[in-house]
């Protein structure tokens, strides 16, 4: 394991517990987001990695060793640091910011000099800049800087804490932009803070949800919109976000109509006619006596062979089109638009049928994505709508 | 004017050395003190304040009674004339000190030290450069009040231009009068331009030029 740390609990003279019983493993490459409001101990937690607060207890390891045993200055050398207020030296060139820490670490003047130029080119700014003055920068360019300072001596571990938070949002969306990059090419590890859930759930690879000094949740962030743990997470991930990521992480299952009009192989095409017209459908779908699904027939399949077949099997169509009632609806809607088709059938893991998908479905999804539920009133003459149309969804069967 | 200078001219050429001589002992000994004092206190801030009131205290004794006060452990002559000035040097520097590098924006401190700068780096590299102005114009502030003092201290018998004024003074002369304190006047405000030119080069550049 790159980074380790094991039951770290910080208090602070007083007794104000600002971290308590932290415990995270995260791999090399990873991106970690630690994400709270102010005051859950993020920036505590990250700040004992490199021994900038030492904790009250437990451990902290990096590469295996205990970091409470490494020169506290030598650690930090080989640990990126970006800060919010990006704290490049107004008095040292751009040249001279960037290879700050190789000085210290007392490389030779040529290699300096190539790490530079290597470093600006990174951020894509002209070479020239090497030699300007921070000041003569605007605030995004200075952030770059600050960015590539931090990996100039090949640290693998790079520590940021909310470093884009005073930058305006084009700027902001560029610069986490080349971060993911960085930590995507260049396989550096980043263990960053942030308040911003969007942040957070763009660039992270795992996201670590802090209230109080406690972990809520370590999770991904598909796993974190999809299963919040608690009202807290809901609350930072925010209603609009929900709604916005529901098509991506919602299953069919919470979609799909229940209890689709359905029909069984032996059934004579009377009796499906008469159920076609009885619920105003224009397709039936065939299950055997067990619920699982068979085919389907359509009222042209009935007008067609009405004379010369007699029950449902010999007619149905059997190989169509189904999904899984846990799949996810992102894919079913790529499906139903590709393929033209007027519905799906959704299946249970034991191939039963359990509902259907329509076009009218999809309605919905896309309605919901673009409105929500943006007040009680609206989101109830949402579910009243939903009613009134299910048996004109089915008609489309 | 002229006959003045005739008459005086030789000495006033050397009571303006003494005068210079004096002064400039008393603010290099001043600075060399201060300036790492003032330093040392940004990272011993418990005790500041009570380093900042000694150093106030000892700013309101009378110049008059301080330079009596030095007799009995100096004698008379430059010497104690020199630490008398020292100890009024002090303060204005120190306070400068202590607030520039109080004063450096903690964003740097903490962006040095979370590269891995050592403590002694982060004050030579960063924190002295970003507080260079304001403890230059300490110095400047105490080198004005040093050269003006120092006319008191040829009461002790040090010498310098004081000695025109104080003989002006018991012989009701004005022309001497005038001819020590025009001098001091003038060596004030040379030291002063002197010292600010200094203090431009001292200031890190954070433009290209």
Same mark, same amino acid.
């Given at each position: ?297 359509? @009222?042209?399949? $009935? &007008?067609? !062979? ?5 029950? =449902? ?5 059997? +190989? *169509?089109? #189904? ?20 519905? @799906?059938?959704? $299946? &249970?893991? !034991? ?5 259907? =998908? ?5 309605? +919905? *999804?896309? #309605? ?30 | ?209």
């Amino acid at each position: 394991m790159f980074l380790t740390m094991e039951h770290l609990n910080k208090t602070y003279p007083g007794g104000k517990v600002a971290v308590e019983d932290f415990n995270l493993e995260i791999e090399k490459g990873e991106f970690v987001c630690f994400i709270g409001t102010s005051g859950s101990g993020k920036t505590t937690t990250m700040r004992m990695i490199n021994r900038m607060l030492s904790q009250t207890s437990g451990t902290i390891k990096l590469n295996g060793e205990d970091i409470s045993q490494i020169d506290p200055v030598k650690l930090r050398r080989q640990i990126g640091y970006v800060i919010q207020n990006i704290g490049l030296m107004p008095h040292m060139t751009i040249r001279d910011n960037i290879t700050l820490v190789p000085r210290l670490l007392k490389w030779s003047q040529d290699k300096m000099n190539e790490r530079a130029k290597e470093m600006i080119k990174l951020v894509e700014l002209p070479e020239d800049y090497l030699d300007r003055y921070p000041s003569q920068l605007s605030g995004g360019q200075q952030q770059r800087i600050g960015v590539v300072r931090a990996l100039a001596a090949n640290q693998d571990l790079v520590l940021m804490d909310e470093p884009f938070g005073a930058l305006d949002p084009i700027t902001r969306e560029a610069l986490q932009d080349l971060v993911k990059d960085l930590q995507e090419r260049l396989g550096k590890t980043f263990v960053f803070v942030t308040h911003d859930m969007d942040e957070a759930l763009k660039l992270s690879t795992r996201i670590v949800v802090m209230d109080g000094g406690d972990i809520i949740q370590v999770d991904t962030p598909d796993g974190i919109l999809r299963h919040p743990a608690n009202e807290f997470v809901e609350n930072l991930i925010g209603k609009d976000r929900l709604i916005q990521a529901r098509p991506s992480i919602t299953t069919v299952g919470q979609v799909m109509l229940k209890n689709p009009i359905a029909t069984t192989p032996g059934k004579s095409l009377t009796v499906a006619l008469r159920q076609m017209h009885d619920k105003r459908v224009d397709s039936l779908l065939v299950t055997d006596e067990a619920g699982i699904l068979k085919g389907v027939i359509g @009222i042209e399949d $009935v &007008d067609y !062979n009405f004379n010369s077949a007699t029950s =449902v099997g010999d007619i149905m169509k059997r +190989d *169509i089109f #189904y999904v899984q009632s846990s799949s996810l609806i992102r894919d079913t809607v790529e499906r139903i638009l590709k393929r033209g088709l007027k519905n @799906i059938p959704v $299946v &249970d893991e !034991n191939h039963r049928l359990v509902g259907i =998908v329509t076009r009218a479905t999809l309605v +919905d *999804i896309v #309605y919901d994505a673009l409105w929500g539920d943006e007040d009680e009133d609206e989101a109830s003459n949402n579910i009243h709508h939903g009613e009134d149309d299910a048996p004109a969804e089915g008609g489309e069967q | 004017m002229i006959t003045f200078l005739q008459n005086y001219g030789g000495q006033l050429l050397l009571k303006t050395w003494q005068h210079l001589y004096i002064s400039a002992f008393s603010l290099f000994l001043g600075v060399i003190v201060a300036v790492p004092i003032g330093i040392l206190l940004t990272r011993a801030k418990p005790i500041a304040n009570t380093v900042m009131a000694i150093a106030s205290m000892l700013q309101t004794i009378p110049a008059m009674a301080l330079l009596a006060l030095m007799i009995p452990f100096f004698g008379i002559g430059a010497i104690p004339a020199i630490v008398a000035l020292f100890i009024y040097s002090l303060l204005p520097i120190l306070r400068n000190t202590y607030l520039g590098m109080k004063d450096v924006e903690p964003a740097l401190i903490d962006a040095a030290k979370g590269m891995g700068l050592t403590n002694w780096q982060s004050i030579i590299k960063v924190e002295v450069p970003m507080a260079a102005p304001v403890i230059m114009a300490g110095i400047r502030l105490s080198a004005t009040y040093v050269i003006a003092w120092a006319a008191l201290a040829s009461y002790i018998g040090a010498g310098g231009l004081g000695d025109f004024i104080f003989n002006g003074l018991n012989l009701y002369r004005t022309d001497l009068i005038l001819g020590g304190s025009i001098p001091v006047i003038i060596l004030a405000l040379i030291v002063d331009w002197l010292l600010g030119k200094l203090e431009a080069a001292v200031t890190p550049k954070t433009t290209q030029s």
